[in-house]
Every structure is written in C-alpha cells, then in structure tokens.
C-alpha cells in the first residue's frame, strides 16, 4: 500500500498547481493523507482525482475545508493505527501539541504540519512524521512531501525536491 502524506499545501497563494514531482508520485496511490492548511476546497478536490483522501483542517483554512475535516483524525490502515492533525495552538512545540491530540490513545505514527519542517523520527516506539511542505519551503533548504509504504511493516520516508514547478 502506498499513501502519499501532505501537508502545507497553502494553494493557491504559494502555488498555482501541484508540483510535478508530487504529481508523479500520486499516479497509482492507494490513499492520500493531508495534515491541513490546504487553503482551498480546490486542493481536495484535485487530490480526489488520484485517490480516496483523508485529512485534518489546519489554521488557515477556509471554512468550507473546516466543515468538511476534522481537527484531528484517527486512521487503521493494515493494523497501524495513524492520528493525523495540524499542530497549531498555544504553547508548547508543533510536534509535542501533536503529540497530546491524542492524549492516552495509542497510536503507532502521529502525522502532522503547520510547521513546514520535515520530521521524521521515533520518539519511544511512536514515530512523529511531518511532510513538509510541497509548496512553501520556508527556512527549509528543498520542498517536501511523505510517502508511508505499508507491506509487512510500515516504512516513512521524505520526498525532497528544489522546484515547486
């Protein structure tokens, strides 16, 4: 099973379109995962094009994107179960906000944005997962995006890239 996971996609104020990397690798996918500020209904839309998609608001979306998602949301996807939210709020770090949305719940990967730093890593058996952005890089050196692969067990890794184009 492949998913791709966005988040930041902030269109169309950071880009007109879907970066042609990004769109390679939406060709053939199993689910699309996106941990919010999409910006506009527009991005769902074309996301649901390639495959089901699954996602959370973030801060700065519209309210027809915050009618239509969640704040958090929790998924089982082959026995994993995977919480996805934005990480904006008060106080604290992006990762640990994220990290107390699902307060005692037990999840095997928390995937969240609002950052736009690409994370990646395992924090006591739960691994924290931030895409990046696919469109605004900030202080980043490259735009990015996740793919989970799900076989026997489930593999993360960043997709990094110089072009939004």
């Known amino acids: ?24 690798e939406l060709n053939g996918c199993d689910l699309i995962i996106h941990a919010g500020d999409w910006q506009t209904i527009d991005v769902y839309h074309e996301f649901k094009t390639f495959a089901p998609v699954e996602g ?10 915050c009618g239509l998602f969640r704040e958090s949301l929790l998924l089982e996807i082959k026995g994993y179960k995977i919480g996805v939210v934005h990480g904006h709020g008060q106080g604290k ?18 995937i969240f944005g609002h950052s736009h730093i690409p994370v990646n890593k395992d924090e006591s058996g739960l691994t924290l997962f931030n895409p990046g952005s696919p469109t605004d890089k900030r202080r980043q050196p490259q735009y990015s995006f996740g793919i989970m692969e799900i076989e026997d067990k489930m593999h993360l890794r960043h997709i990094f890239y110089d072009s939004k184009v």
């Open 1 to 24: 099973m492949k998913i791709i996971i966005v988040s930041d996609t902030h269109m169309p104020k950071k880009a007109k379109k879907l970066p042609s990397v990004l769109m390679r």
């Open 56 to 65: 959370v608001y973030g801060n700065t979306d519209s309210e027809e994107i």
């Open 93 to 110: 770090t992006t990762e640990k906000r994220s990290i107390a949305a699902f307060g005692n719940e037990r999840v095997d990967c928390i």
